[in-house]
């Protein structure tokens, strides 16, 4: 059965890759353009409505993470640095025994540590003679995770109830991956491809003499049923404001509503 679902999902990807879309989805985006389109709840797993300019994200890309990202960049010399330092059989990073970094720092695809990007770092700072170190209260720590989990009602425009097939995740590790070419032809082949992440974690463990830890499969980034959505909050707080708003119009395309979950 594992077999038929992966050379299913494989196909399905394929096919997925080159379809267009159709006029439905044009007519659906000129209600946006116009101001008209409070909100599109799909159950495809298609992503043709990411296609076709409507923001599926459910938050706006923040300062703090381009920051972060932009930081991150200037570690790469130093994580060769330190794959190099294991392959000597040096030790770069420790963990806590269970296959995880200390602190607020994780391991990364390359297999070093780098910081969390969801949580706040601290470096050090050269201060004047007798200036007191601020240090964050409790409630600018809360104001400031309040202000970072505000979700903005008005950016998402379609809600993939079902996930889409433009990603994969690890079983484990939940680790994402963009569903290649090269992945759906594994798919195809109907075998579960293992995660990279696990993989370099576990050669990793290997190399220090740790013990070795579960691995997972990448799996298609989408909700199953009696699976529940991994955004499921979310998608309440969105469809809670939309009925609050009390559109003028709703139009039901092409589905029973009967799927347990909708």
Do not use: W
């Not at 994580?79 to 190099?84: F, I």
């Not at 990364?108 to 601020?134: F, L, R, Y």
């Amino acid at each position: 059965m594992v077999g038929l679902f992966y050379n299913f999902m494989g196909e399905l990807r394929n096919l997925v890759s080159q379809a267009t879309h159709t006029p439905t989805h044009s007519f659906i985006k000129e209600l946006d353009k116009h101001g008209k389109l409070l909100r599109c709840y799909t159950q495809n797993i298609d992503s043709l409505e990411k296609r076709i300019g409507l923001e599926t994200a459910f938050r706006k890309p923040q300062p703090a993470d381009l920051d972060c990202k932009s930081t991150n960049l200037s570690r790469v010399k130093k994580e060769k640095d330190s794959e190099a330092q294991l392959s000597e059989g040096s030790v770069a990073a420790t963990d806590g025994g269970d296959g995880s970094c200390r602190g607020s720092q994780q391991l990364s695809s390359s297999g070093s540590c780098t910081p969390d990007v969801n949580e706040a770092t601290a470096a050090p700072t050269s201060q004047k003679p007798g200036a007191a170190a601020k240090t964050p209260t409790a409630s600018t720590t809360t104001r400031r995770r309040k202000r970072q989990a505000t979700l903005d009602k008005s950016f998402t425009k379609a809600v993939q109830l079902h996930g889409d097939l433009d990603n994969v995740i690890c079983t484990i590790c939940h680790t994402r991956y963009p569903f290649t070419t090269q992945l759906a032809q594994e798919f195809c082949e109907g075998a579960p491809p293992p995660c990279p992440r696990c993989k370099e974690i576990e050669t990793i463990r290997d190399i220090v003499g740790k013990r070795s830890v579960a691995t997972g499969f990448l799996r298609p980034d989408i909700v199953l049923y009696n699976e529940t959505h991994p955004q499921g909050e979310l998608i309440g707080e969105l469809n809670e404001y939309d009925l609050k708003r009390r559109p003028d119009l709703l139009i039901v395309i092409g589905t029973s509503l009967k799927i347990p979950g909708v």
